[in-house]
């Protein structure tokens, strides 16, 4: 496969993506493809757009580094109609549908929980920063391996002991790598947390994300709550040019996509807890 050597400046970002043992590759693949299509032609009234998923693999996944070790010994991998190839670092993939000009860019990332029990995000790095540190311990080793690290909201994540150890966390860290995570698997009637308002004060970017539970019935969600910004991303690396643009306080992110509707919510919670 060889990628066209610049993408569509309107770039359509999920910003936390599971692949779960009970997805299908194909099937996350279409659905996103799908869901950054209607959010191009329906919010920003373009049709060209480059899409991006921040994968945030858990615990023992490791699909990215699967995909990269097949991509050794040949110079793609098929899934359906869509093609995945190497670029030129390691930190990201280029997955193109072969009967369109649409395009996906997978970025390595991991969740890691500290020792206080607040789960980040580990964006734009292969290397697994291990899990049961100290929250500003593990902050720090994800911006020295050149990684950007998020605290994501959740169901019942930032609140109590944990939220006190957050409002403690965003007064005192000081780090222009570093950012916030807001979360599609919320239901709508959830409030806003002012953990938001006190990070952009600072100038901390907040990123969207679908953040699919693992049911089998989530696999549809990629790419359906995210992000836009603008900028250029060449196909050698993808993943460094994101980076940069996200670091650019003055390049605007337009947040997209709506919050779980609540009987989907209800639902889903309790299939969680059965299974």
Wanted: charged letters at 20%; aromatic letters at 8%; a negative charge.
């Amino acid at each position: 496969m060889k990628p066209e050597p610049n993408f569509s400046p309107l770039i359509l970002a999920d910003g936390h993506v599971h692949l779960h043992d009970c997805f299908n590759t194909e099937q996350v693949l279409d659905s996103a493809g799908e869901n950054f299509q209607r959010v191009a032609t329906q919010k920003f009234n373009q049709e060209n757009f480059t899409g991006v998923l921040f994968l945030t693999e858990v615990d023992q996944a490791h699909q990215f580094e699967g995909f990269r070790n097949q991509l050794v010994n040949q110079p793609e991998i098929k899934f359906g109609k869509w093609i995945i190839g190497q670029t030129q670092e390691e930190v990201s993939l280029l997955a193109c549908q072969a009967d369109s000009n649409q395009k996906i860019i997978l970025i390595a990332g991991h969740q890691i929980v500290t020792n206080e029990n607040m789960e980040v995000l580990a964006l734009l790095i292969n290397k697994k920063v291990k899990s049961g540190l100290s929250l500003e311990e593990t902050v720090e080793k994800i911006a020295s391996a050149g990684g950007i690290p998020v605290l994501p909201w959740g169901v019942g994540k930032w609140i109590g002991s944990r939220g006190k150890i957050l409002q403690n966390f965003l007064a005192n860290y000081d780090s222009s790598v570093f950012c916030l995570g807001d979360n599609g698997v919320l239901p709508i009637f959830w409030q806003r947390p002012s953990y938001f308002k006190q990070a952009e004060a600072k100038g901390w970017r907040i990123l969207p994300g679908t953040d699919p539970l693992p049911l089998a019935s989530e696999c549809d969600r990629p790419g359906s709550f995210g992000f836009a910004i603008q900028g250029s991303i060449s196909s050698a690396t993808p993943g460094a040019d994101i980076k940069q643009i996200l670091l650019d306080s003055q390049i605007p992110i337009a947040a997209y996509g709506s919050l779980e509707n609540p009987v989907r919510f209800v639902r889903n919670q309790v299939a969680i807890r059965l299974a």
